[in-house]
């Protein structure tokens, strides 16, 4: 409970809402220690409330509210977007070539590989489109 930093990497509300997250987070840094958090929030208009694994996504003035919700600082805030639509694209096009290969040494599995890819297609265009990628960089209250 003593570091001096740590990393959330987009893993989403693996400990809940963005409060508790960050709850969590400070607990394990010392006084002046750094919060690395790389996630995202809902673009203006965004309505995926009700998708699975986005139930604690917020506006950007709710999500930096619920970050900031302890006194700590904001020293940086990155927009990782563009970053993560490249690597989301590519990605996307080896699990395409993957299934492909798993298809033709497995056709037995042929329907569930390619409900897979559709999957992550989906998710690529929700990501696209409704999430705003942004990388905080909190610094832990000195008082």
Known sequence: HNFDLVILASAGSVFGDNKKTVGILRSQIKTGGYIFIDDGYLREGST????KGYEYCMTYQDTKDALL???DRMVA????SEVSWNINYEYHKLIEKRGAELIKMH??????IIQYI???AEE???LDKEIEGML???????N
């Open 77 to 80: 805030e990155i927009n990782t």
């Open 136 to 142: 905080w960089i909190l610094q832990k209250n000195i």
């Open 124 to 126: 690529c265009e929700v």
């Open 107 to 112: 056709p037995e599995v042929a329907a569930d």
């Open 118 to 120: 559709n999957d992550q």
């Open 48 to 51: 995926i409330f009700d998708r």
């Open 69 to 71: 919700s302890f006194g």
